[in-house]
């Protein structure tokens, strides 16, 4: 059932926040009828109507979401639902810890990572480059760090570090030194302020490249203010210790750290020998644990692309999960 329902000007039926790649995690994910799922990052809900629409009374829908405003976008969806829901505020791996230390077991777990629109359309959240904002990009407003106190506390080889590692920023450490320059003069406080000093940083034909050219920065800083890779790697070991038998796990990503963490998960976990060629026999004792369903990552159609640009980067993979 959609909804038509609106919070604070956001509505979740807008051509702008299109769940990606719906169609095609449907059909990987298979649900049926009395399946419980868990939707480890609900925001606000796209994902979550489609697969309700194949769930009868006798399933279990378990919402996730760091961001507090998640759960308006929850009680909207569970009120049209005849099956049992529940909505947890917190990060993804932690609510799966928590879930499988109280013997739930899922036979469907999906995550839909990076920023949700929900966020990015919120100039006071500071995720966008576009808008002129205090530089927060916390997605739990209650978080303990915000991006102002990295960009003005951190020292120069950190910043580069994180541009580097985070956002495969090429002139990470440029940037990084003249963020320090500016702010001996005054403090960062502004998600603009942060556009201007990335600007003056590089050369000048970067500038005028593919994509906004603090778009990298600005990626950089909220993989780390959000611990981002370290929820997922955590995040994914508990969803495999929550799934059962048969149970299905699908990663949808944006760029290529996290992409490449999801596929080494999996990897890992085939039951490949990973014993030296020149012994006769197997030791190592190699145990599948996943049957890997996309041999590789499922991408958007151009048709999709063009009706939501944002879904341009994303990846689906999905594993599921072998009886031992």
């Known amino acids: 059932m959609q909804l038509n329902n609106s919070i604070q000007g956001f509505s979740s039926n807008d051509p702008a926040h299109l769940p990606v790649l719906a169609d095609e995690l449907l059909n990987l994910l298979d649900p049926q009828p009395d399946d419980t799922v868990i939707d480890c990052t609900f925001g606000a809900g796209g994902h979550a109507r489609r697969v309700a629409r194949e769930l009868h009374q006798d399933a279990l829908f378990i919402g996730v979401d760091r961001d507090p405003v998640a759960k308006r976008y929850f009680d909207l969806f569970a009120q049209h639902q005849p099956f049992r829901c529940r909505f947890i505020h917190g990060n993804f791996a932690h609510a799966l810890e928590d879930l499988n230390q109280n013997g739930i077991e899922a036979d469907l777990i999906y995550l839909d990572l990076g920023v949700s629109s929900m966020q990015l359309d919120r100039p006071e959240r500071g995720f966008s480059y576009s808008y002129n904002a205090p530089l927060d990009m916390r997605m739990d407003p209650a978080g303990k760090r915000t991006a102002r106190e990295l960009i003005n506390e951190l020292p120069a080889a950190e910043l580069a570090r994180i541009f580097k590692s985070y956002g495969e920023e090429r002139y990470a450490r440029q940037i990084a ?92 976990r085939v039951g490949k020998c990973t014993c030296p060629p020149d012994l006769p026999q197997c030791v190592c004792e190699a145990r599948a644990e996943v049957r890997v369903i996309t041999r590789r990552p499922v991408a958007p159609s151009e048709d999709e692309i063009a009706e939501n640009p944002r879904a341009q980067s994303a990846k689906l993979r999905v594993a599921e999960k072998l009886a031992q």
Do not use: W, Y
Request: glycine share 6%; charged share 25%; with cysteine.
């Open 177 to 268: 030194k003249r963020i320090c320059i500016e702010r001996d003069k005054k403090p960062f406080e502004t998600t603009l302020q942060l556009v201007d000093a990335v600007k003056a940083a590089i050369p000048t034909p970067a500038r005028f490249g593919a994509g906004h050219p603090a778009r990298r920065v600005f990626q950089a800083l909220r993989i780390a203010v959000n611990d981002e890779l370290a929820s997922l790697e955590q995040g994914l070991e508990n969803a495999m210790s929550l799934l059962a038998p048969g149970g299905r796990l699908a990663v949808i990503s944006f760029h290529s750290l996290e992409d490449r963490i999801v596929k080494q998960f999996f990897a890992a």
